[in-house]
């Protein structure tokens, strides 16, 4: 182990100790404020930087309907309509199905979120559709899993809520 050197930090001139060879600044917010230094642009710089860009965008108008082509966000931020609740981030999943307000389908519990089990499994074709899942409080759904609740008993998730995952994904 080294021994403790004292150094005079680059930033602001205060003396510190360390035992670290490479150390030049006194702590993490004095090591980012010197090497962020200078690097923010001048208002006539963002100016420049801005006309290009509407310059960029004026004389490239394909480019714009290659980027909606392809699905992507334009720089408009459009979104696509998801064809399953897993099409969506497990972020806005999470939010649908607390706006959706539902109970698992075998035994009603609402106390927290429930989960959405596969009931074929994931390895079929098309896991996600709504007909192959059903949602089930974390009991049940244990149970589920290791086949205590036949298959035939699950209330599909697409006879429990239809479309209306959709309006709660857009509201």
């Not at 480019?63 to 969506?88: A, T, Y």
């Not at 009603?108 to 079929?124: A, P, S, T, Y």
């Not at 699950?154 to 995952?165: A, I």
């Amino acid at each position: 182990m080294r021994r403790p050197v004292q150094r005079t930090c680059r930033n602001c001139g205060e003396k510190y100790t360390t035992r670290e060879a490479r150390s030049k600044y006194c702590g993490r917010s004095c090591a980012a404020s010197r090497i962020n230094r200078g690097k923010r642009k001048s208002p006539e710089s963002r100016r420049r930087c801005s006309e290009s860009l509407k310059k960029y965008w004026k004389n490239q108008p394909a480019r714009k309907v290659v980027l909606r082509e392809q699905g992507k966000r334009s720089h408009k931020g459009h979104r696509r309509k998801p064809k399953n609740i897993f099409d969506m981030s497990p972020r806005s999943r999470v939010k649908v199905l607390r706006r959706l307000d539902l109970r698992c389908s075998r035994c009603g519990w609402n106390l927290e979120l429930c989960d959405l089990h596969h009931i074929h499994g994931r390895k079929v074709a098309d896991p996600h559709n709504h007909k192959k899942l059903s949602y089930l409080c974390p009991n049940d759904h244990r149970l589920a899993e290791r086949g205590h609740i036949p298959k035939e008993l699950l209330v599909p998730f697409d006879e429990q809520v239809g479309d209306r995952w959709l309006e709660m994904y857009y509201g």
